[in-house]
């Protein structure tokens, strides 16, 4: 095999011989299965969750694949492969999900072992991107870059990657198990969550140490993740998980899928009673074998070395006058450009959510022109985020005009993040089994309707969140305003939640009132903006918490007022 | 049943005896740990080899006290996708010390053979008619792993070695 090089200088984990093989084995091994399965020797019982297991789904119309981004961290030389694959297997697009990987909908089973062998070429695959096992470990997107980080996540979340790698013990859990990690002072990995989510953080000799946070999720029963242990020291990052997924192994529920995530298992056992059951085995496991030795988490942190960044100064003429000439760049910057913790270098999103679009997809072409972007102006490497949009982490503010003249010339220039118009959807009843209700037209036609930037600005942070189904891979329940499709009688309905917040704060919304039409959920979400302009105090008061000040009375009023 | 062993087909000198049978004294038999928790003094002073086997929702620590008087202990999957046992295992070994056989019994696939013994079996009761093909190869195509095996002693290393399994 022909194995592209990632530029150098990128900041993600460098394959060696041995990862390449590695995922070799698995392509081959993956062939084999399909073989088993072909001949009857697997069941298709037995078959699924190894298909799974290497991220092949089957959806409503076609089988979808779903392609690992470890900790949305990837080089442009990879986003320029999956531009390929999705123009030659797929129908000239992708789509990034809140998992920060990126799947493909319209795959042909045949085709699979040649996408899993390209996919190879750059140092990627699929493996456990589905199945009850221990799911691709996301972080913060703006790591090694956020001026306010303390704790650079991906190399954790790196060594976490490998050690929950083909698992012996833990690749047949009682369901999937999603970790997140955030080494910065704002949350933006919604740790909380996550079955497993944890704080990086540092004590007062500067040592690096996790706060674990347990039993978060969403779904069916959403459940804010609970805080099991302060600080566990790096060295037992490892053992502490290790026993956490041994105590999920042996007392999680198996007699019901929607009561098998660890989220139930501390409910059911009570946070104390968990607690100690950890800790237990935690105090046995601690020792040589589960220690994480400081030279390991050194030879990781090396692939994750700054980027060769130049000293400059924090002002950029460039830019004011860029800034004082153009009205539509000003607003992308102010709402799309963050602060670098260098000087003279910024941080970019770039959305994904033009109006009236699908929130997450990118044409192909558009992949490609990124990956050139991100050679261009960020050392070759770029981030998928959880609200599905893509980084570009270090820029130079002397830059940022040019890159977002391109951008904005290929429909990626939106100034939205964070905004009205930064949908999560999820893929809904357009493609996925599970689905009641479409998710992507509401999205597009919320969209739109709140298209004008300057009318977003003047909303401010405001996120919609929108799932198909209970299931909530859109996040609804952590939506400023959430949005649930249900099923009545065959007719698709919108039940709006209030009030949910992913960030450390984390709140699960409250449910408006009845569930309304896809019409009229548009107008209802109009009006839910409507009522808080007018209630707001000043310019400064957030969605949130003006929701938080004046409760849910004027907003239920306005929308039910008719009823 | 064809018992796998090593990556092969091997002989099986033990056999299941069902509650309410007969236990018989002069050959290895492996009887359920109901059973033995209702009659475990009827096995005072026995000589032939006893074997217990475990319902996938008995834990190791269910039977850690008494596990100086097994040769054998079976865990049982009911279905391939509940994976408790290998935790079970692993805290047999780890946990407990345990250094006889244990054997995995009911429903399990080749592809799980390799985690199998990195989690500590010793044997698998395989399906009448399996490929034992597929039992062989399963425990050399992956050959990296990025935890420390059960033998494993020395700490994480880097993360990752070369298996030796197989």
Redesign the interface.
């Known amino acids: 095999m022909n194995h592209i090089a990632p530029g150098a200088r990128a900041g993600i984990y460098h394959y060696d011989e041995i990862d390449r093989q590695f995922v070799a084995e698995r392509v081959e091994q993956f062939r084999k299965q399909v073989e088993r399965r072909l001949s009857g020797e697997l069941t298709e019982e037995e078959f699924k969750p190894v298909r799974l297991m290497n991220g092949l789904y089957l959806q409503l119309h076609a089988y979808m694949v779903r392609i690992a981004v470890p900790y949305g961290v990837m080089s442009a030389t990879q986003l320029r492969k999956l531009a390929e694959i999705g123009r030659k297997y797929d129908r000239g697009y992708g789509h990034f999900t809140t998992r920060q990987n990126l799947q493909y909908n319209w795959i042909k089973l045949e085709d699979t072992p040649a996408i899993l062998h390209e996919l190879a070429e750059v140092d990627m695959h699929a493996l456990q991107t589905s199945g009850n096992c221990v799911r691709n470990v996301t972080t913060d997107p703006f790591v090694g870059a956020a001026k306010d980080e303390v704790v650079d996540g991906r190399v954790y979340a790196e060594i976490l990657r490998q050690w929950t790698t083909m698992h012996p013990e833990f690749t047949y859990l009682p369901r999937k198990f999603k970790i997140a990690i955030s080494g910065a002072e704002s949350d933006r990995a919604a740790v909380r969550i996550h079955d497993v989510g944890l704080l990086a953080r540092r004590n007062d000799k500067g040592e690096a140490g996790f706060s674990f946070y347990v039993g978060g999720g969403l779904g069916r029963s959403p459940f804010v993740g609970k805080l099991v242990r302060e600080w566990v020291a790096e060295e037992d990052f490892v053992a502490y998980l290790e026993a956490i997924l041994r105590v999920y192994n042996q007392y999680g529920r198996r007699d019901n899928i929607y009561k098998a995530r660890i989220k139930i298992l501390v409910h059911e056992l009570g946070l104390e009673k968990f607690t100690q059951e950890v800790e237990e085995e935690f105090a046995r496991l601690r020792g040589p074998k589960y220690r994480l030795d400081p030279e390991i988490v050194e030879g990781v942190r090396q692939h994750f070395a700054p980027p060769p960044l130049e000293e400059l100064p924090d002002h950029s003429e460039a830019l004011e006058r860029a800034k004082a000439s153009d009205p539509a760049f000003a607003n992308w910057l102010e709402v799309n450009v963050a602060e670098h913790k260098a000087p003279g270098y910024a941080i970019a999103t770039v959305s994904l959510k033009p109006a009236g679009g699908i929130p997450g997809d990118a044409t192909c072409d558009q992949m490609d022109l990124v990956a050139d972007l991100a050679e261009r102006h960020s050392f070759g490497e770029l981030r998928v985020t959880h609200v599905q949009n893509l980084v570009l982490a270090h820029v130079k503010k002397d830059e940022l005009y040019d890159l977002w003249k391109r951008l904005d010339a290929a429909g990626l220039g939106s100034a939205n993040a964070g905004l009205i118009g930064d949908i999560i959807a999820c893929p809904g009843l357009d493609y996925c089994a599970l689905a009641n209700a479409r998710a992507i037209p509401l999205a597009q036609a919320i969209s739109a309707r709140f298209a004008d930037p300057v009318r977003q600005r003047t909303i401010g942070e405001l996120g919609i969140k929108i799932s198909g189904c209970i299931n909530a891979c859109g996040h609804h329940h952590v939506g400023a305003i959430g949005i649930l499709g249900v099923d009545k009688k065959g007719t698709e309905y919108y039940q709006i939640t209030v009030g949910g917040d992913p960030t450390l704060t984390t709140e699960i919304g409250d449910i408006l009132g009845p569930a309304v039409t896809e019409t009229e959920a548009v107008d209802a979400i109009e009006a839910i903006v409507d009522v808080y302009l007018a209630n707001r105090t000043g310019e400064g008061e957030r969605f949130i918490d003006t929701l938080r000040r004046v409760g849910h009375a004027p907003f239920k009023e306005r929308i039910y007022a008719a009823d | 049943m064809p018992l796998i062993e090593n990556g092969r087909i091997g002989e099986d000198a033990w056999s299941f005896i069902p509650d309410g049978e007969p236990v018989p004294n002069d050959r290895p038999v492996i009887i359920s740990f109901e059973r033995w928790q209702a009659e475990r003094d009827s096995f005072e002073g026995r000589n032939a080899r006893l074997g217990v086997r475990l319902k996938s929702g008995t ?1 190791a620590g269910a039977i850690a006290a008494d596990l100086d008087r097994f040769s054998l202990v079976a865990l049982e999957f009911p279905k ?5 046992g ?3 295992a ?2 047999l070994r780890e ?1 407990y010390g345990y250094t006889g056989e244990i054997r995995a019994v009911g429903h399990v ?1 080749p ?2 053979y ?3 013994v ?2 500590g079996f010793t044997s698998v009761e395989a399906p009448e008619g399996t ?1 034992p093909d ?1 039992w062989a ?1 399963a425990l050399t ?9 059960l033998d ?9 070695r ?1 298996l030796k399994v197989g």
Not at chain 2, 80 to 84: A, H, N, S, T
Not at chain 2, 152 to 160: G, H, M, Q
């Open positions: 834990l391939f996708r509940d994976g408790r290998f935790s079970t692993r805290e946990r696939i592809d799980q390799l985690f199998l990195r989690t490929n597929s190869n195509e992956v050959t990296i792993a990025f935890q420390p095996s494993d002693t020395a700490p994480l290393s880097l993360l990752r070369k």
